[in-house]
């Protein structure tokens, strides 16, 4: 539980560019978020592949003895592992390397905490760069978002604890930091995946010049203010149902120089007006729902997109475009890391959703398109030529659906 006492002054402006500079860890505290990204990394690499051997060299080939055929699917290889020593191993590091991880944001947050707040309103009420925050204190949190700590976040993405609070936003905005290892907290490009579709974007449809940029589940807009150095001059918004981490989101982008717009909203249904959005993308963001929310939401795309706009959602590829293990692998997190729509969100046939919301079938599409961050740009016009494909989904690519609604 998060405690803050508003006895401190604010924090002198001039001396701190952002609010990311009151997250001032301790020597030790630094130290034990970077034992906490070593320990998570070395099980989503050595132990996972140690859990991967296991399964090659030993269940699997006693599965086919039994069976005369392979697993069948994810489900089947889950079951087949739960007595296996190295899946025991890997999920108990993982489980508790990803709950550290946001733990060990908790001290540096409580500590600053007031001076977070009081930086945030003062940014709130000057908007240096014109931007806007719009919140609805009587918004209803959706069960699916405020029943559980969604990813072991301690007090999920919405938990509010002290008026004007933005504690979520930083501890989720820097637990991700520490999960990285960007244990530095500067110079790395988060917001590496709205980067990458908005310049797949651009360079598939350059009729899109200045958009109108909507941006689902945005958070604290990492991955939306990365659409205004690909379109120079885009008008950018951002939806969100948590309060915290829009305060949080507009302070940073107010400190950029980035004109955004934040509003705090259910984006099964907004109050944007029908086709007011050229672009409407969104990341990391339905696997967190229900099926139900997915197709209401995918309608309100369908609605506020105008004519000849494009919606595109970075997920994870669904259970058809992989293999029994790469299933089994994902599928880890709707059990054990709070994350219970993940295995619906995947088995979904996306294309008859998508038809469903409005969006005729052959304007659907899904592609995996380059983290541009890490690819090599020379090549990206093989990419779109076709005569290359993008990495992997999570390997240095991301995979995309997504629809354009006809001119
Ligand atoms: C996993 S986070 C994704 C954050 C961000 N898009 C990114 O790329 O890092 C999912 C976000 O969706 C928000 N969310 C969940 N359901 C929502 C809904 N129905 N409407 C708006 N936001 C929602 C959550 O509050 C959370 O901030």
């Known amino acids: 539980m998060i405690q803050a006492e508003f006895t401190r002054a604010s924090p002198v402006r001039g001396q701190i560019s952002s609010i990311d500079d009151l997250f001032r860890p301790t020597h030790d505290e630094r130290t034990r978020q970077h034992f906490i990204s070593v320990l998570r990394n070395y099980a989503k690499s050595t132990m996972r592949d140690a859990m991967a051997q296991s399964y090659e060299e030993k269940l699997r080939p006693d599965y086919m003895a039994r069976h005369g055929s392979e697993p069948a699917d ?46 945030a309103r003062e940014i709130a009420r000057e908007r240096p760069a014109g931007g806007s925050l719009r919140l609805s204190p009587t918004l209803e949190i959706p069960r699916y978002v405020s029943r559980l700590d969604v990813h072991l976040i301690p007090g999920g993405f919405h938990t509010e604890y002290v008026p004007d609070d933005v504690a979520q936003g930083v501890i989720i905005d820097f637990g991700g930091r520490v999960s990285r290892g960007a244990n530095t907290y500067r110079n790395k490009d988060s917001g590496g995946v709205g980067r990458s579709i908005a310049y797949w974007l651009s360079q598939k449809f350059p009729a ?43 302070v940073k982008a107010e400190c950029q120089g980035r004109r955004a717009h934040f509003s705090q909203q259910n984006a099964e249904s ?138």
């Open 270 to 407: 907004m109050d944007f007006p029908d086709g007011s959005f050229d672009i409407i993308v969104s990341s990391f963001f339905f696997h967190e729902l229900p099926v139900a929310a997915t197709r209401r939401i995918l309608a309100e795309c369908h609605r506020l997109l105008r004519p000849g706009g494009v919606m595109a959602h970075m997920e994870l590829p669904p259970q058809d475009q992989c293999d029994a293990w790469l299933n089994f692998y994902w599928d880890w997190d709707a059990k054990h890391n709070n994350e219970p729509f993940y295995i619906d969100f995947r088995s979904q046939d996306l294309a008859g959703l998508a038809v469903e919301a409005g969006f005729a079938r052959e304007d659907f599409f899904t592609t995996t398109v380059p983290d541009v961050t890490t690819f090599e740009m020379s090549r990206y016009p093989a990419f779109l030529a076709g005569e290359i494909d993008a990495p992997l989904h999570g390997r240095g690519g991301w995979f995309i659906f997504g629809a354009t609604k006809h001119a």
């Open 74 to 119: 994810g489900a089947e290889i889950e079951r087949l592992m739960e007595d296996d020593i190295y899946y025991k191993m890997y999920s108990v590091v993982r489980y508790n390397a990803q709950r550290m991880m946001y733990q060990s944001t908790l001290a540096p947050v409580e500590r600053e905490l007031p001076a977070m707040v009081e930086f």
């Open 208 to 250: 899109l010049a200045q958009p109108d940029v909507l941006d689902l589940g945005t958070q604290s807009g990492k991955n939306l203010l990365p659409y205004a150095d690909v379109f120079p001059g885009a008008s950018m918004h951002g939806v969100d149902v948590s309060a915290p981490a829009l305060r949080y989101g507009h």
